[in-house]
């Protein structure tokens, strides 16, 4: 995190300073280049499940049969009462918490408290787990109970069930990859091999950790509510 | 660039987006389960999305303590996803024309 705090030209965050950091013989992003890069990698990622999504948005417009009901599909009964999308509404609850979580960490570690660091990164990775089961748990049901597939399904229009595995699925792996990143990380951190290069690390899985939280903001209320 | 120990982010904002983000997540919850429809159905859900999406990006992922140079060529690019949207909604619309014309019984 860089602060620049004094009044020379082109160190204000303004459109001078814009100006300046891409035209003066310096770099243009004064941070970690590991950050940059991951930042660049989320920006291709944003166009990946940006696609996904315009496409999801073009088939289900061009579908003839009626797009299939998603209350009703992923609704579940709980003490003899139906609610919709119950479950969905879990899973997103996890992954905000685990996004909380995980920016506790990245704060742990650049106040360099190690311990702290490895713990938040743990429960991080474990609620990223917690997702997982149940989202394996909702496409089980999808598929044993409900026989939705990717060619067809007993609800409505095909193309729903080729919409959902992709774009789920797709997600679902970057919660895996997100989880395995995770926990290589805390165990370096735990080994202390962060001590002399700084934590910006932690952020950095940190920014890849938030991104798949912000990808299923996009998900919940595309392909679930609306 | 050196960032050795300069985070001097209050925890209580952290707590409070947390907060707010369960907040908006069961308020678009509410909206399913009020079963709201049409306009105001989509209008509640995406304001949430946006809402949601902002906090995330300003907070959690530090956006608002970065430079100017890297909110841009964060925001710009994928303004030009709003174009394959406007294609493909043209596309999907003439797609399902053909469809009904020829497909359906």
């Known amino acids: ?226 | 660039m050196s960032d050795t120990g300069t985070q001097e982010h209050p925890i209580g904002l952290y707590l409070k987006v947390w907060g707010w983000l369960f907040v908006l997540s069961f308020f678009s919850y509410l909206v399913e389960y009020y079963e709201l429809e049409g306009a105001l159905r989509w209008s509640l859900v995406l304001f949430f999305m946006v809402v949601k999406a902002a906090v995330i990006m300003a907070v959690f992922m530090h956006v608002m303590w970065e430079r100017l140079a890297l909110k841009l060529s964060l925001f710009l690019p994928p303004l030009v996803l709003l174009v394959l949207v406007a294609m493909m909604a043209i596309e999907a619309g003439y797609i399902e024309g053909l469809r009904l014309m020829f497909f359906s019984q």
């Open chain 1, 1 to 226: 995190m860089s602060q620049n705090t004094d009044n020379t030209p082109g160190t204000a965050d303004d459109f001078q300073g814009l100006v300046a950091d891409w035209s003066a013989d310096k770099e243009t992003f004064a941070m970690p280049w590991g950050k940059l890069m991951m930042w660049i990698f989320l920006l291709g990622d944003t166009f990946i499940f940006g696609i996904f999504l315009v496409g999801y948005m073009a088939v289900r417009m061009a579908a003839v049969d009626p797009w299939p009901a998603t209350e009703e599909i992923f609704s579940m009964t709980m003490f003899g009462h139906e609610f919709p999308l119950l479950l969905i509404a879990i899973m997103t609850f996890v992954l905000i918490t685990s996004s909380g979580t995980m920016a506790m960490a990245v704060r742990s570690g650049y106040m360099g408290d190690r311990r702290k660091t490895v713990l938040f990164m743990a429960i991080t990775a474990l609620l990223g787990l917690t997702f997982l089961g149940m989202q394996a748990y909702e496409w089980a049901t999808l598929i044993f109970n409900y026989d939705i597939r990717p060619w067809g399904n007993p609800f409505g229009a095909e193309q729903f069930g080729a919409v959902f595995f992709m774009i789920t699925g797709f997600h679902g792996l970057h919660v895996l990859g997100g989880v395995i990143y995770l926990t290589i990380i805390a165990r370096r951190v735990h080994k202390g091999v962060y001590e002399n290069k700084g934590y910006s690390i932690v952020e950095i899985t940190g920014l890849y950790w938030h991104f798949v939280d912000l990808v299923w903001v996009f998900i919940f209320a595309f392909f679930y509510l609306l």
